[in-house]
């Protein structure tokens, strides 16, 4: 038996029709960037994520980047994240001429350690950037509450958390600016790129769309440097017809999960699920001091698997000038090496599932 780690055929398939009439209806709009689709999609999204403000842009890296330009980050600013993320949340800040402060993580989450974060406040912090990591959010509520205290933004990497709850409120309208990935493999894909920032702030959602634009409140006239990055209308029309399924592809994914763990958990370190959220794994990830052996030999058994991710952020060659060193944040390390993400896609057979069950179980044994 194959199990790649995802299949987006199979969860592409069974929509083959729906897609062909949007694009259909698109093509015959004579809409290509942004309009009426686009419009609508955003609208279903901030009613859906119960947010004020949706703004779609190019991709998720974009949305960092707009959201953190609009809340008027750069040179000599600092903002504080985490080392244990995708490249695109620190990359985005470091591009601007600001300095990432990292935190370390919790060892059972994977997320943003809230209790190590006002150590790490100086005058030139801003803005404090959690990642809802593998589907489940960061712990908000001391977040916010540091943030407020010392007077600085929050902006939420949710790019791999759509329909991911806090004390069941949905992530995209806690703090103050929140941003999504449409990556094809997200748990909300798109058929390309796309992203979404999210915010209740008049002010912000006002700046986050003049940014995307060339900064253009009208045709030609512009009032500040903006970029180009505008959520195509055929991914929105896309995107559409799975946001309605969103909630039915995230609990399969649960299911899988907990079917997974309800084995797993004597074998292997199996996902904490914190009691004020819902995760909706959108990835799977187990914990192994024996991670490579384990991936080899899945591997050769045919079944797919990620590591989200291999190298701490503080360790990337690419962030060198930040002169930090190994050991600097121990639990991200830690994870760095042990981490690994099961196939854990909605369209996931029982079959494949109790085959990736049976050769953990085999290797174990
Ligand atoms: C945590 C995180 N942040 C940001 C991004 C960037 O999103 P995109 O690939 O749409 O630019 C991704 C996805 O790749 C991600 O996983």
Redesign the pocket.
Known sequence: MKVPQIDLWAHHEPLMEEFRQAMDRVVRSNQFILGQEEKDFEKACAEYLEVKHAIGVG????A?AISLRALGIGPGDEVITTPF??I??CEVIVALGAKPVFVDIKPDTCNMDSAKIEPAITAKTKVILP?H?YGQAAEMDPILEIARKHGLKTLE?A??AFGSTYKSRKVGGLGDVTIF???PT?NLGALG?G?LITTNDDDLYEKCRLIRVHGAPKKYYHTLVGQNSRLDTLQAAFLRIKLNRIDEYNQKRTDNAQAYSGVLKDFVGVPVTHSDCNHIFHQYTIRTNKRDELKQFLNQNAIGIGIHYPYPLHLQPVFKDLELEKGSFPEAEKAANEVMSLPVFPELTTEQRAYVIDKVKEFFS
């Open positions: 991709n998720g890296t974009d960092l993320t995708f695109a949340t990642v990591l990497d790019a791999q990935s449409f990556f997200k790129d992203g």
